[in-house]
């Protein structure tokens, strides 16, 4: 999803994102090293149980608000101030009353096709816009966001980076290139790697339970979030695999949880009937639906950016990944990297001197050397790490479009003499986007319609179609094949969208 921002400038480079900057994330590192030094023992918020605790309240505010920055710098926030303010108030009011009403409570929308929720130390919540999408109601909403605060209020995140950050030392991250590639491991993964371990199983229960009270706490209906697990074991399944939703790949079996919910509202343990069906969907009109092709994609091994006029191949076989500040390559042996980033500087050559002239970095025949018609500036470099090795890989720098992009390709230095020919083909490919199909791509998007009369989904989908199957369609507005819909209901459906 590289997309045309001006990059943030910090410590003289970009920093793309803390997994993969250059020079290094140091922030995230400073709030982890700093924490290591803290053991005591603290209250646990809900449960009143005094607790091994590794980190302070005020520690536990400062890692979240590190890699909040880090989330949005790298995942992207969905660019929609009415929604984001929207979702930030219903999750506020809902924190307010949990017990911890103190916390600086942050809840964003992450521009992401995936259906997803999840939360960081701190109360700092995201859930996805493809998770919104999939929502029927703001009471499923307010389910989800409470399941999320409710891993907050109950310091799950807080002990798992404790145990996270235990290991991180014994590890011995800390280089100024080591973080780079330690996201080389986890390249397809959907995030920051450390904070996105799983719970366990009971902690997603006492999330579970905790998100229930707080719905309904603000008078929601519970059974709309049995319905959420419901939908989101449906969506699970409707995917093919490879796009698996992360709130459900890290959280036990949907249908054993939504079972759990129905029990406790037959038991009369919570209750509510705020639903808020149109209201929520009116807010879904016009949001893309699935990936955004403006924002850059994948074709096999080659790079589309329509908003920003080029292509580029990456190695054949190399794992890839579209971030809203980068896109980032790793071979399939995972020992080489290549990152393509916008560099901060106005010409090629001022970004490859300012690169050349970071520390630990030695450079080695720089050069000018255009690339397919494109002013560029080239220079290849060997950098050392605070474990005592060296990385070795090349530095290319190219001027399109009033832009500045980065691309820097490395390995080991014993494993670069065998990826670094990849590396440099791949560097040799960028050049200017001349195909007008993939100028044109636009995303899907959600529209609503009222049904003007009783109609089976079938005959809706029919009538209206869309370009996601019935099935999905079905599921987006809880909606089973056959089951009627009666008159005047207002429907998503998913349409326009030009894929080339
Ligand atoms: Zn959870």
Redesign the pocket.
Known sequence: MLRPLTPTRASGDVRPRGRFAFPGSAAFLAATLAVGTAVGCAVNPVTGQRELALISESQEIQIGRDADQDISRSMGLYEDEALQRYVQDLGARMARDSERPNLPWTFRVIDDPVVNAFALPGGFVYVTRGILAHFSSEAELAGVLG??IG?VTARHGVQRVSRAQLAQLGLGIGTILAPEMAGVADAAGAGLSLLFLR?GRD??RQ?DDLGLNYMTSEGYDPREMAATFEMLARASGAQDGERLPGFLS??PDPLERRDRIIGQIEAGAVAGTRVERESYLNRLAGMPFGENPREGFFRDNRFHHPDLVFRMDFPQGWRTLNQKQGVQAVSAEQDAVLVLTLATESSAAQARDAFSRQQGVTTANARNEPVNGLPAARVDFQAATQDGGTLQGTAAFIEHEGRVYRLLGYATQARWSARGAAVRDAIGSFRRETDSAILAAQPARIQLVRTPEAMTLETFHQRYPSTISMEEVGNINRVRPGQPISQGTLMKRVSGGQRP
Do not use: G, I, L, P
Request: proline share 0%; hydrophobic share 20%; net charge negative.
């Open positions: 399941h999320e891993h719970y902690a997603e999330a890290t959280h």
